[in-house]
């Protein structure tokens, strides 16, 4: 997974991923440090997301096998 997450993302996209997704960074927050405003930390996170889906279907992943990873 981090191999896909560094080959796929931009350093932004990673950093926000890391932050709100993993870590669970108040939006606001993050938007705050990296300079920007919740409208494009919310774009910046849908392009993230919709580029790793892709990826990781390519590599053979479902999303079933992902929320197992995740344990949900």
């Known amino acids: ?10 350093p ?8 709100i997704g993993v870590k669970g960074a108040p939006m606001d927050e993050v938007a705050k440090r990296m ?17 790793m889906r892709r990826r990781l279907k390519r590599e053979g992943f479902e999303p079933e096998e992902l929320l197992d990873l995740f344990g949900n």
């Open 1 to 10: 997974m981090e191999r896909i997450l560094a080959e796929e993302l931009t």
């Open 12 to 19: 932004r996209q990673r950093a926000v991923l890391t932050a």
């Open 35 to 51: 300079g920007t405003n919740r409208n494009a930390l919310y774009k910046m996170m849908h392009d993230a997301r919709l580029r």
